[in-house]
């Protein structure tokens, strides 16, 4: 029994940063050099990090980052708004006043402010933290630039932005660039070795899967709208309620569960019936999102996976994630991690030490680029997001839609130019309506 299996190893297993790089990334091969990028030995030289986006979400990233290894600087950063870049500012210098070199001339301000960091020669890594509508263009920018990047989940928001995020994927292997992404179960013990249980065969064959983000809550980066706020600021200061920002929340925050699905089965689905609504968020305040979708995916050999996510103040809350096997289950989230037999028996649990994985992104993506050993995560980015648009596109249209067919789709959600000005909210999705693009 896997139990005993465990008892008789006799001590804690420790994962290595090489195990880590094994399980939870893909190292390009054969790529050819960057002749943009610094090299890095040792791991006695200084790397300069430049943070572009300044939120919370941003800021508590940049600080992980300061804080998983030695030579660390943050010498620029860049934002929309000026009382964003204050604030991290300030939160990163009281944390690390040592390792904050940004001054007045590194510290950019609007929609451009991310090519004047890509200019720099100062900077080595960029973190890209924004609302997720500006990830594509910022991940081809970095690239282009000879950048290694730290780039927040989801990619994209829709599937213009995501066949952008492919062919940057290509670019940044044949320029032997880092591409990690803030996908921090990926780093998580539980979900390293309860997916390798899978992969290794010990449970069989996968059947079937649930994915849950079910949050219990309603409001997330909520602000109320001020006087003087253009259409186009407030949209963005309150980003996860606009679609064209956000993606919805089954694209910024389900696709955390849904990655894991992609993970443990190692492909993304062939087709998505989905279905959705919003009833208890309903306000225009609330911008034009749903507050629950579900749907099924329907993954290669039979695979069928049921994704269920709701922001619904007062309901039960579940995150987390179920991958069915021929031999056993096994059961996530972010606490633990446990396998049941095929009757519903605990035959193990994870009882080593369950730590956020949120650090060890920034250390292994560090660490890869001083040893000169890649990693490259945007192609899986990109799958994992699309993974979650199509569940949205299904649910929004009422239409039961194919990968191939949603990955040429010319759905593109971006404004016809960024400015603070005017920028009326598109009216809320009505399945069987909304037509297809």
Not at 23 to 29: C, H
Not at 246 to 273: F, K, R, T, Y
Not at 379 to 401: C, D, F, H, P, Q
Request: with cysteine; hydrophobic share 40%.
């Amino acid at each position: 029994m896997l139990i005993e299996e465990r008892k008789m190893k006799g001590k804690t297993k420790q994962i290595s940063r090489r195990d880590l790089l094994k399980a939870g990334a893909a190292v390009s091969a054969g790529a050819l050099a960057a002749q943009n990028s610094r090299s890095f030995a040792a791991g006695s030289d200084k790397m300069g990090i430049a943070l572009i986006g300044c939120g919370d979400r941003g800021t508590r990233d940049a600080i992980d980052c300061l804080n998983s290894a030695k030579g660390l600087e943050m010498v620029a950063v860049a934002d929309i708004f000026q009382d964003r870049i204050d604030s991290s500012l300030a939160k990163m210098k009281e944390a690390f006043r040592g390792k904050v070199k940004v001054t007045p001339e590194t510290s950019f301000l609007g929609f451009d402010a991310y090519k004047k960091v890509m200019a720099m020669k100062e900077v080595d890594v960029v973190m890209l933290t924004t609302p997720p509508a500006f990830r594509p263009q910022m991940v081809k920018a970095a690239i282009e630039a000879g950048k290694h990047i730290f780039v927040e989940k989801p990619g994209a928001v829709d599937p213009v932005g995501i066949r952008s995020l492919l062919a940057s994927a290509e670019l940044a292997d044949r320029k032997r660039l880092s591409i990690v992404v803030g996908t921090q179960q990926r780093w998580q013990p539980q979900y390293l070795e309860l997916i390798q249980r899978i992969h290794d065969g010990k449970l069989g064959d996968v059947v079937g899967g649930q994915a849950y983000w079910n949050w219990g809550s309603s409001k997330w980066h909520f602000e109320h709208r001020k006087p003087g706020w253009s259409d186009t600021e407030w949209q963005i200061r309150c980003w996860p309620y606009f679609v064209w920002l956000s993606g919805d929340h089954i694209v910024e925050q389900h696709l955390h569960n849904m990655d894991i699905l992609n993970w443990a089965i190692g492909s993304p689905p062939v087709q998505c019936l989905a279905v959705g609504g919003r009833q208890a968020r309903t306000g225009p305040e609330f911008g034009n999102i749903y507050d629950h979708f579900t749907a099924e995916y329907q993954y290669p050999n039979g695979i069928r996976v049921m994704s269920m996510c709701s922001q619904i103040e007062g309901s039960t809350p579940r995150v987390g994630e179920r991958v069915v096997c021929t031999k056993g289950s096994i059961s996530t989230n972010r606490g633990e991690g446990y396998i049941d037999d095929t009757k519903g028996r605990r035959i193990f649990n994870y009882d080593d030490n369950i730590h956020s994985g949120e650090a060890a992104q920034c250390a292994n993506l560090i660490g890869s680029i001083r040893d000169g050993e890649p990693i490259n995560e945007c192609k899986r980015l990109a799958e994992s997001t699309m993974t979650v648009i199509l569940g949205r596109m299904s649910a929004y249209t009422g239409r039961a839609l194919s990968w191939k067919w949603a990955m040429k789709s010319k759905l593109d959600l971006s404004p016809a130019k960024y400015e603070l000005g005017d920028l009326p909210v598109r009216p809320v999705a009505v399945p069987g309506k909304v037509r297809l693009i």
